[in-house]
């Protein structure tokens, strides 16, 4: 922001050397990015951070300076005269883009003389950096300076149906800017229009089919917010940045609107004559109040470290613009509505220890503090991406908000419609996701395409998944954590990291799957992972394990098989243990025992595996799986050999060889009868 000295020194008298000024200026929180001299007049740069858009003009960068020097602000007086037809009999507003566009006011200058600016307006300007170009347009770019408001003035001749619209661009509209380029607009591109045709880009920049001229006698002029959202998209689509579009991105003063529109009627009536029409058209004149911030002196010596009287609070609030009222715990603040900034009381200790001087807090303050800790969530997932990581996959970050069409492809935990947000967060994407995978794909897909790379990917973020339409929440996602992974053509290897995964987190509930079908996995190829106890009773959905649906792998382009799985990090984190537990070791030898099973096709490792537990209960220390073989001629059709394992011992006394075929026993008759199951000897 280039702030002139001249151009300062009308609102604040500038008691200050400028090496002083731009000291206290920059412990302010204004950094002094350098100084130039332009024509006898000192040009101060100062980097403004995002959150004080109200110092995007003189008059705030002067208030500031007189909130620090202790210094009177000197407000122009805004004063002109009224005359002819009332403006709603000459000019008529349509708003139709509210979400963009929350208020738009219109003032009618009649009969005006467009022509060369005085010297005076032509050397603010060229100082701040701005080009002349005649006292109408210039007059706006003055104001807008002046008090951080962008105004644009139309042509009013030059308005079709002497109307103005605030609407949607349309498919296929184009506009030619002030900038003599042509734009295309969207949807999603809020346009002021007329009947026919697109004037102007919502807080970016003017058309030029409308803009004023020396063939111009009547103006509209145009003083409007537009939601920061909604133009820093705009700007970035089009690649359009501009003075107007840079102040709305920061949001402005709602109540300074009206002042900067009355100005700039002040200032063309003056230097280029014309009556202005009387009234203004606003679409939204009720301005809600900010709401009041308790300020506790208590609270402001903890954090500052230093205590401050009530009085000299009260001091510097009220130069900061702030209402303020005296209360038993302390002072109540209602914040100016130029400072969005001001939400909380910690706000409000800022700007003390900011006015106050930050230089004034003492080095050896007694800040309390108390001892912090991490989250067990935070735990558990730097645990997870410790083990993910070590197992070569690459961490991921996508958008919550996706397209419809990406959202639909696949979707395991819920068949219900995905919400949608009111406007896009991105060209097209409107959606709120139900799971990790159909982005992960994406991503894998653009590795692919850009860089041969078949990426394996994993994701920890926020799924929303929606609520029952009987629910009284209905209208709220069930906003969860979960762990999206995907990766190559080996399925038993993602199943194993995912067993990795829950032994790294420390939970004892065994890993079993059941097969289920979901669109978007492919046809017998997705299981539902359960986390279930020993004796099979408890039974926890962990999440989903699976191929990719081969015409979604051929819709992305990808080579091979695509394997993919979603966990609750919510599920992950509730069943872990975080803390190394003591386990007893055994002081007596342990039996071990390889068992060769011949088994219908249809039985499953886990299956098998739960009645090992059964049998063996807590002699059981250790259940290894080694192979499955197949011989249909020796065997028969639909069989298949499985050989494993078992450890057994037990932790008060020695087992002998009768307790461990005891044992061996009790588990092939169950075998046998649960299972159709023949112990090969």
Avoid at 12 to 19: A, K, N, P, R, Y
Avoid at 355 to 373: F, L, N, T
Avoid at 485 to 494: V, Y
Wanted: glycine share 6%; proline share 4%.
């Amino acid at each position: 922001m280039l702030v002139s000295w001249k151009w300062l020194s009308r609102y604040v008298d500038l008691t200050l050397s400028h090496d002083e000024l731009v000291d206290r200026l920059s412990l302010s929180g204004l950094n002094h990015e350098g100084s130039e001299t332009i024509d006898g007049d000192v040009v101060i740069d100062l980097e403004v951070t995002s959150n004080r858009g109200d110092c995007l003009g003189h008059i705030g960068v002067a208030r500031e300076i007189a909130a620090l020097t202790d210094q009177k602000l000197k407000i122009p007086t805004v004063e002109f005269q009224e005359a002819g037809d009332s403006v709603d009999k000459t000019l008529s507003v349509d708003n139709q883009m509210t979400d963009a566009c929350p208020r738009y006011t219109a003032r009618v200058i009649r009969g005006v003389k467009v022509g060369e600016s005085p010297q005076w307006l032509q050397e603010s300007l060229k100082a701040v950096g701005i080009g002349v170009v005649n006292n109408v347009v210039d007059i706006t770019n003055y104001v807008m300076m002046e008090c951080g408001q962008p105004l644009h003035a139309f042509d009013f001749a030059k308005v079709g149906g002497k109307q103005i619209v605030v609407r949607s661009g349309k498919d296929k509209e184009q506009l030619e800017a002030i900038d003599h380029r042509n734009y295309d607009v969207n949807e999603s591109t809020c346009v002021i229009a007329d009947q026919s045709e697109a004037l102007a880009i919502g807080g970016v920049m003017g058309g030029a089919s409308s803009e004023v001229n020396e063939g111009t006698t009547d103006i509209i002029l145009e003083a409007a917010d537009f939601v920061p959202l909604s133009v820093r998209r705009t700007a970035r689509r089009l690649k359009l940045h501009s003075p107007s579009s840079f102040r709305f991105e920061r949001r402005v003063d709602p109540k300074g609107i009206d002042w900067a529109s009355r100005r700039a009627c002040q200032l063309i009536t003056e230097i280029a004559g014309g009556k202005v029409a009387p009234g203004v058209i606003d679409t939204a004149s009720d301005i809600p109040e900010r709401e009041s911030i308790l300020l506790r002196p208590k609270r402001v010596t903890a954090l500052l470290g230093m205590e401050i009287e009530t009085a000299e609070l009260d001091r510097i609030l009220k130069l900061l613009g702030c209402e303020v009222s005296a209360f038993a715990d302390g002072l109540q603040c209602v914040p100016p509505t130029w400072r969005h900034d001001l939400t909380r009381e910690v706000d409000l200790i800022e700007e003390v220890a900011r006015i106050h001087g930050y230089d004034k807090i003492p080095e050896d303050a007694p800040i309390p503090v108390a001892p912090s800790s991490k989250r067990r969530f935070d735990t558990a997932m730097e645990r997870i991406r410790g083990v993910l990581t070590a197992a070569g996959i690459s961490e991921a970050m996508t958008p919550s908000v996706v397209t419809e069409k990406l959202d639909q492809m696949l979707s395991p935990w819920t068949d219900r419609p995905a919400l949608q947000t009111r406007t896009s967060m991105l060209e097209g994407a409107r959606t709120l996701r139900r799971s990790l995978i159909p982005s992960l794909l994406q991503s894998r897909a653009a590795n692919w395409a850009s860089a041969s790379l078949l990426a394996d990917l994993f994701e920890i973020a926020h799924v929303y998944l929606p609520a029952p339409s009987d629910s009284d929440d209905a209208l709220l996602p069930d906003e969860t954590y979960h762990v999206g992974l995907i990766g190559g053509e080996d399925f038993f290897a993602m199943k194993g990291i995912i067993e990795t995964l829950c032994d790294r987190l420390g939970i004892v509930l065994e890993l079993g799957v059941n097969p289920v079908s979901r669109d978007g996995f492919a046809k017998g190829g997705a299981v539902e992972l359960l986390l279930r106890d020993h004796a099979g009773k408890e039974s926890i959905v962990l999440g989903f394990l699976g191929f990719v649906d081969d015409k979604l792998v051929k819709q992305f382009k990808l080579t091979g098989r695509v394997v993919a799985a979603e966990l609750s990090a919510g599920v992950l984190v509730d069943q872990s243990r975080l803390v190394p537990q003591q386990q007893a070791v055994s002081a007596f030898p342990s039996i071990q025992r390889d068992l060769n099973l011949v088994l219908p096709e249809s039985v499953r490792w886990n299956d098998l595996a739960a009645l090992v537990q059964k049998a063996a209960q807590e002699r059981l220390a250790d259940l290894t799986y080694r192979e499955t073989y197949r011989n249909e001629k020796v065997d028969g059709p639909d069989k298949k050999r499985v050989l494993f394992s078992m450890e057994l011992q037990s932790q008060t006394e020695t087992l002998s060889g009768s307790d461990a075929d005891a044992i061996i026993n009790e588990l092939v008759a169950s075998c046998e009868k649960q299972l159709d199951a023949v112990l090969l000897r």
